[in-house]
């Protein structure tokens, strides 16, 4: 297999370089209440890494002193930490566009049974994780029980407007395959996860967005014990799609770590690749001219992106028409 960077070097990318920063990631912690098999960042209720205050308030600072549109809330499950609703409830005062990426059953863990209602009321965008329509293929990769809870918690959403025409409060689910496989095309599937989310269970959503399982983190440990890995890469790698290079998400947005560390993406920091020597290292040294035309640190777990219609956190990077 040719490394990532080479490839694209034999395209005419010798470096792949941002072209602006109008997303902030920030990873809150890898603490989750589950355990997902295809985690990257192997996150789960033991996971100690949690983002302090100090932390919490720099990137409240970077986001108004540079007027960054979009904030990104992640993990882990971003609402176990302790300083996660402060944090909403500031970004919402600066009129930014805030998404929290959610695994549904947090939702129904005392203490977080309210949130429905707080993310209503700040207008908050809810990217959450739904692998399939159907129970065994979601308890499988991501727990027993996950599939009830998560129909329950979508419910929840929905009574609230989420979801639901004309409300302007915006529910997307993630899919990603259940194994070392792409993901299909992304159009369809969302047709067919509508029709049958509303057929089956009156659930209602807006977008669904395919993601494809990154060779890192606790998937990466799968491959390899399945001797599956070197086969997997050289799908990656066989499914490169030059198209969609202009469109990765790593062009327009920083992920900050829970330790306020600065990478070109979520994935990134789970592999502790770094941004490039001389640049903005963490979020107290934030400067948006310096980070937005920076180079970006290529690895071979980048064909994850770039294979077949791509993939990201908004879902797949092609196109229509």
Excluded at 118 to 130: A, G, I, K, P
Excluded at 170 to 184: C, D, F, I, K, R
Excluded at 209 to 231: C, D, V
Aim: charged letters at 20%.
């Amino acid at each position: 297999m040719v490394p990532f960077a080479r490839k694209l070097a034999q395209l005419g990318f010798p470096d792949l370089t941002a072209e602006a920063v109008n997303t902030l990631q920030v990873n809150l912690g890898w603490r989750c209440n589950q355990a997902c098999r295809h985690c990257h960042l192997a996150a789960g209720p033991d996971r100690p890494e949690q983002m302090g205050q100090a932390a919490i308030d720099a990137v409240i600072d970077a986001v108004a002193r540079w007027s960054i549109p979009v904030v990104d809330l992640t993990g882990g499950s971003p609402e176990i930490n302790p300083h996660f609703e402060y944090l909403v409830q500031r970004l919402s005062q600066l009129d930014v566009h805030l998404l929290v990426r959610c695994n549904l059953t947090i939702l129904l863990e005392p203490d977080h049974e309210h949130l429905p209602e707080f993310f209503r009321d700040h207008r908050v965008e809810l990217v959450c994780s739904l692998p399939y329509f159907q129970k065994d293929p979601v308890d499988r990769l991501r727990g027993p029980g996950v599939f009830r809870k998560s129909l329950e918690a979508l419910r929840r959403l929905n009574r609230l407007g989420y979801g639901r025409e004309d409300s302007n409060l915006e529910l997307h689910l993630m899919y990603n395959p259940a194994g070392a496989y792409l993901p299909p095309d992304q159009g369809p599937l969302e047709d067919r996860f509508q029709q049958e989310l509303k057929k089956r269970y009156d659930i209602d959503f807006n977008r669904l967005y395919t993601l494809l399982n990154m060779p890192i983190g606790r998937f990466k440990e799968y491959l390899e014990k399945s001797s599956n890995y070197e086969r997997y890469m050289g799908k990656l790698a066989a499914g490169f799609n030059p198209d969609i290079v202009s469109a990765l998400m790593c062009r327009n947005l920083i992920s900050v770590s829970w330790e306020g560390r600065l990478f070109d993406c979520d994935f990134n920091q789970a592999l502790n690749l770094p941004l490039a020597a001389g640049l903005p290292q963490t979020i107290w040294d934030f400067d948006l001219p310096a980070l937005s035309h920076r180079p970006i640190n290529l690895g071979d777990h980048c064909y994850g992106c770039t294979a077949a219609a791509g993939s990201s956190c908004g879902g797949c990077l092609m196109k229509k028409g």
